[in-house]
């Protein structure tokens, strides 16, 4: 479950129209890879920043289809796809997480934080 920082609970996906365009460009097999990876990388911590968990370099990760077949090889739609199919995962989680964007874009993207204490609200 997905809250943001005043512990609402979020339900839809931002810029949905081209997040679902960029995503049909990918194979089942190519989205399922990059959901695997991501939810390991989550499993791992309690707190994440999305636009430092793909690194610099997407060559032969499961991220690489992103860039290279989702995205057109555009650097900044690669990032945004990136973002949005973790927001998409972290709302479809069973714990509960809370996220923020840095006000003054020192640092880029979203931070994700587990927030127990809303477990119990979900039943997590």
């Not at 989205?31 to 990876?37: F, P, S, T, V």
């Not at 690194?55 to 289809?65: N, R």
């Not at 989702?70 to 927001?87: R, V, Y």
């Not at 069973?94 to 127990?116: N, Q, S």
Request: include cysteine; hydrophobic fraction near 35%; charged fraction near 25%.
């Amino acid at each position: 479950m997905l809250y943001d920082i005043d512990r609402n609970l979020v339900t839809t996906v931002p810029h949905e129209t081209e997040y679902r365009a960029w995503i049909s460009n990918l194979s089942d097999k190519d989205l399922a890879g990059i959901r695997k990876q991501l939810t390991r990388m989550i499993t791992d911590s309690d707190i994440h920043t999305s636009s430092w968990m793909p690194g610099e370099d997407w060559t032969g990760t499961p991220f690489e289809p992103i860039y290279e077949t989702a995205c057109g090889q555009s650097f900044q739609k690669a990032g945004w796809c990136f973002g949005l199919i973790l927001w998409e995962l972290m709302m479809e989680r069973e714990e509960a997480w809370c996220f923020i964007k840095d006000p003054d874009r020192e640092i880029l993207g979203t931070t994700y934080f587990r927030v127990p204490d809303l477990d119990d609200r979900t039943g997590g």
